[in-house]
């Protein structure tokens, strides 16, 4: 069981906005502005999305933005494109030198 | 450009231990963290712990306190994590990924798959 909760799916046609949540407690999400999201496609290696919380990687369209709301975390996808197609996992620091990620959420585009 | 590349698969007997490898390059090795964090086949992502490539400081998750060690070789900018008493659920993809001291960030290395089997 992982330590931070996510929905295992979500779905959107494209054009939409979707927004995936991630629930922690206050002992790592609440606690810490070092949240970050993960893309993972079918057999390649996660890719860093996010980071501290709200903060876009290198290279990540501006469509990806993050928020955080006391223990919870989310990561909204805007303008679905079909290549937003994908797994998508938080992670955050847990405290005592500690990372946590949640259980990763299929991002479907109808 | 940033590259972690990573051994090969591994098939290994229960009670075994396994040691993957991780080399890096494009970037100077004692700037960032390396983590290692593994997936089982199709679940979620779970942190194994953490090594400073030059001061060797590591950290180390509860669930795998006692079976893994993480080591470096500064000289050919590579980090090693051994993971020893394996067992069937230790069945699983172990990426290498760089970061900082609290977060693991970008890139991650290709994987490497371990497989545990009698």
């Not at chain 2, 490539?53 to 470096?72: K, L």
């Amino acid at each position: 069981q992982s330590a931070l909760t996510q929905p295992p799916s979500a779905s959107g046609s494209p054009g939409q906005s979707v927004t995936i949540s991630c629930t922690g407690t206050s002992s790592d999400v609440g606690g810490y502005s070092y949240v970050s999201w993960y893309q993972q496609h079918p057999g390649k290696a996660p890719k860093l999305m996010i980071y501290e919380v709200s903060k876009r990687a290198s290279g990540v369209p501006d469509r990806f933005s993050g928020s955080k709301s006391g223990n919870t975390a989310s990561l909204t996808v805007s303008g679905l494109q079909a290549e937003d197609e994908a797994d998508y996992f938080c992670g955050s620091y847990g405290g005592s030198n500690n990372v946590v990620f949640g259980g990763g959420t299929k991002l479907t585009v109808l | 450009q940033v590259q972690l590349v990573q051994s090969g698969a591994e098939v290994k007997k229960p009670g075994a231990s396994v040691k993957v490898s991780c080399q890096t390059s494009g970037y100077t090795f004692a700037n960032y963290y390396m983590h290692w964090v593994r997936q089982a086949p199709g679940q979620g992502l779970e942190w194994v712990g953490l090594i400073h490539p030059t001061r060797g400081d590591t950290s180390y998750a509860q669930n795998f306190q006692d079976r893994v060690t993480m080591t470096t070789d500064t000289s050919t900018s590579t980090v090693y994590m051994e993971l020893s008493s394996l067992r069937s659920e230790d069945t699983a993809m172990y990426y290498c990924a760089r970061g900082g001291h609290l977060t693991v960030d970008d890139p991650w290395g290709q994987g490497t798959l371990v497989t545990v089997s009698s």
